[in-house]
């Protein structure tokens, strides 16, 4: 009798107590699955900076004033030798030879016409000479060898020929620059790039 009476209690808590157990046990299973879900990765963490082909990782383009591998440009060598031989040519015949002359000095017949005709050929030759930069920098060759003398070329004559359009142009900086076209002229020929004058447009 007392058998009978103890075994549905038994019964009883099984059924009570089986389905919160269950719950619990499946609930922590659930945040243990989630927590390791969550983990990391080896190797993912970061973002862009992290992985090989993020943004911050890659070289992206060639920053400036960087000389090529290889060539970016058809022709580059000599169309670099046509623009540079186009701002010599202007030059020479606009700036240095009434240089020479000595029409720049004071009180000279025509120096105001003169100066007037220089400044628009150094404006001339400074625009052939930024051209003759953007061909430098497409040859991989041109570049490793002319690049800083010809950028120190284009500013000296950007220089003098602000000077020539405001009338104070020192005679002696002129002197100057023909003595660095010439040398430079002589290192582009050591490269491969033999620069002739051209004759340049009327002023």
Not at 13 to 34: D, Y
Not at 111 to 132: C, D, E, P
């Amino acid at each position: 009798m007392f058998r009978k009476l103890l075994v549905p209690p038994l019964l009883l808590a099984l059924v009570l107590f089986a389905p919160v157990a269950c719950r619990n046990n499946s609930k922590n299973a659930s945040v243990s699955g989630s927590s390791q879900g969550t983990t990391p990765m080896p190797g993912t963490t970061g973002g862009e900076s992290g992985s090989p082909g993020g943004q911050s990782g890659s070289p992206g383009g060639e920053s400036p004033g960087v000389c090529p591998s290889k060539a970016t440009k058809k022709f580059a060598k000599t169309r670099f030798v046509g623009d540079a031989g186009l701002a010599f040519g202007a030059f020479h015949r606009w700036i240095y030879k009434p240089y020479k002359a000595g029409t720049f000095k004071s009180g000279a017949d025509g120096r105001k016409k003169a100066i007037v005709k220089a400044a628009a050929a150094g404006a001339f030759s400074v625009n052939r000479l930024n051209a003759a930069r953007k061909m430098v920098n497409a040859d991989p060759t041109l570049c490793g060898a002319l690049k800083k003398p010809l950028d120190s070329l284009w500013n000296s004559l950007s220089g003098l020929t602000g000077k020539l359009k405001s009338g104070n142009a020192d005679p002696s900086e002129i002197g100057s620059i023909g003595g660095a076209i010439d040398s430079f002229r002589q290192q582009a020929g050591k490269n491969g790039a033999d620069i002739k004058d051209k004759n340049p447009p009327n002023f």
